[in-house]
């Protein structure tokens, strides 16, 4: 334990990109060696824990290490409003983190594919209404188009109206702009922020989908150089939308042009198979729910799945962490390093709240 390694490549710091994750955990708590994460060849990771675990502490670590990296673009989806602290000065002693936050993201609407708007819509394509909707979205790239198209069918006026009725929903969301965000906006060697915290699930999911089809688009079209690695926080709620498409493209087809994904979430039960089989890092908080620890133990390699339960290595703290590393076949028991720009997701208590005010409590006698 006494030799610095890089999950995702070995014991070869020097032969690219890496990120400083955190150090060795030995079973008497002490700290070993560094850890690292490799940035230099595409990944998928998948970061789980209960609540209040470390797991978007974590996924706030990665970013600020993709953010010093050469050669990547990193993009974190924030639904929880967490990581717009990356753009706040570092600690003293840390160099600062580059970061963008983009607090009103929009998407193009031609972001998405006619079957997503469908999906998103709640029309099935099959109805009058729906298929009117894929049609307009097969055809046209705006949503006054988009409106244009269906009034100009010779289609029934209660099928035009059902349609048209829709699109106007979808507009209300305020996340729909024919100069929406691009791939060349996220492309940077900073970590771009893009905020979705205070949304609902669909236009939520909306800018997750248009987000995750830019990226792959354009490196697929080689009109990006850096390899971008999207960062997403409560993965599962867009497992659960029509973001989930665009997520399964980059798992399963992703490493060829260089895309890499890298996902945290409370719930990996609620997380689609592909989305834990696909994964190739494992980072493991602590886990007490028996459905979580199946799904994960369900979709791992066979000669690992006796570290999910090994004692002494399963985390119990917050802040440690469990590595499994397909690439080396190898585990880790491991502390998260300390972040070097504020954490967003500390939770409040009563306790502060009462600290806060206890002098005006006082004054007022109530």
Same mark, same amino acid.
Not at 72 to 92: C, I, N, Y
Not at 300 to 314: C, F, I, K, Q, V
């Given at each position: 334990?006494?030799?610095?390694?890089?999950?995702?490549r070995?014991?070869?710091?020097?032969? @690219?990109?890496?990120?400083?994750? @955190?150090?060795?955990?030995?079973l008497?708590?002490?700290?070993g060696?560094?850890?690292?994460?490799?940035?230099?060849?595409?990944?998928?990771?998948?970061?789980?824990?209960?609540?209040?675990?470390?797991?978007?502490?974590?996924?706030?670590?990665?970013?600020?290490?993709?953010?010093r990296?050469?050669?990547?673009?990193?993009?974190?989806l924030?639904?929880?409003?967490?990581?717009?602290?990356?753009?706040?000065?570092?600690?003293?002693?840390?160099?600062?983190?580059?970061?963008?936050?983009?607090?009103?993201?929009?998407?193009?609407?031609s972001?998405l594919?006619?079957?997503?708007?469908?999906?998103?819509?709640g029309?099935?394509?099959?109805?009058?209404?729906?298929?009117?909707?894929?049609?307009?979205?097969?055809?046209?790239?705006?949503?006054?188009?988009?409106? +244009?198209?269906?009034?100009?069918t010779?289609?029934?006026?209660?099928d035009?109206?059902?349609?048209?009725?829709?699109? +106007?929903m979808?507009?209300?969301?305020?996340v $729909?702009?024919?100069?929406?965000?691009?791939?060349?906006?996220?492309?940077g060697?900073?970590?771009?922020?893009?905020?979705?915290a205070?949304?609902?699930?669909?236009?939520?999911?909306?800018?997750?989908?248009?987000?995750?089809?830019? %990226?792959?688009?354009?490196?697929?079209?080689?009109?990006i150089?850096?390899?971008?690695?999207? %960062?997403?926080?409560?993965?599962?709620? $867009?497992?659960?939308?029509?973001?989930?498409?665009?997520?399964e493209t980059?798992?399963?087809?992703?490493?060829?042009?260089?895309?890499?994904?890298?996902?945290?979430?409370?719930?990996?039960?609620?997380?689609?198979?592909?989305?834990?089989?696909?994964?190739?890092?494992?980072?493991?908080?602590r886990?007490?729910?028996?459905?979580?620890?199946?799904?994960?133990?369900?979709?791992?390699?066979?000669?690992?799945?006796?570290?999910?339960?090994?004692?002494?290595?399963?985390?119990?703290?917050?802040?440690?962490?469990?590595?499994? +590393?397909?690439?080396?076949?190898?585990?880790?028991?491991?502390?998260?390093?300390?972040r070097?720009?504020?954490?967003?997701?500390?939770?409040?208590?009563a306790?502060?709240?009462?600290? +806060?005010?206890?002098?005006?409590?006082?004054?007022?006698?109530?």
């Amino acid at each position: 334990m006494g030799q610095e390694f890089v999950v995702g490549r070995g014991q070869d710091p020097d032969a @690219g990109p890496s990120g400083h994750l @955190g150090a060795y955990r030995a079973l008497d708590g002490s700290q070993g060696a560094p850890l690292y994460l490799d940035l230099d060849s595409p990944h998928a990771v998948l970061i789980v824990g209960k609540r209040g675990s470390g797991k978007s502490y974590t996924l706030g670590v990665i970013a600020e290490s993709l953010a010093r990296a050469n050669g990547v673009a990193p993009v974190v989806l924030d639904p929880m409003d967490v990581f717009t602290t990356l753009e706040q000065p570092a600690r003293s002693d840390a160099s600062p983190v580059p970061a963008d936050v983009i607090d009103d993201p929009a998407v193009a609407p031609s972001a998405l594919d006619p079957r997503s708007w469908c999906a998103l819509l709640g029309l099935s394509p099959a109805s009058g209404a729906g298929g009117l909707v894929w049609q307009a979205a097969s055809e046209v790239e705006t949503l006054d188009e988009m409106r +244009d198209h269906v009034d100009a069918t010779n289609a029934p006026d209660v099928d035009k109206r059902a349609a048209v009725n829709h699109v +106007d929903m979808a507009e209300a969301w305020g996340v $729909f702009d024919a100069d929406g965000l691009t791939a060349d906006d996220l492309a940077g060697s900073e970590v771009t922020v893009v905020s979705v915290a205070g949304m609902s699930s669909d236009p939520m999911n909306a800018v997750a989908r248009g987000v995750g089809e830019a %990226l792959y688009r354009a490196r697929e079209t080689e009109t990006i150089d850096r390899l971008p690695w999207l %960062l997403i926080d409560e993965a599962h709620t $867009f497992f659960e939308g029509v973001a989930q498409s665009a997520l399964e493209t980059i798992l399963t087809r992703g490493r060829a042009p260089g895309v890499s994904l890298t996902m945290a979430t409370q719930r990996p039960s609620a997380v689609p198979e592909v989305g834990v089989s696909q994964s190739d890092v494992l980072l493991s908080h602590r886990l007490t729910a028996e459905a979580d620890l199946d799904a994960l133990q369900a979709a791992r390699p066979t000669n690992l799945n006796a570290s999910l339960t090994d004692e002494g290595r399963m985390p119990t703290e917050t802040g440690e962490v469990l590595v499994i +590393d397909d690439a080396t076949e190898t585990t880790h028991a491991a502390q998260v390093r300390r972040r070097d720009t504020p954490h967003g997701g500390e939770s409040p208590s009563a306790s502060d709240i009462l600290l +806060d005010g206890a002098g005006e409590d006082a004054a007022g006698g109530e």
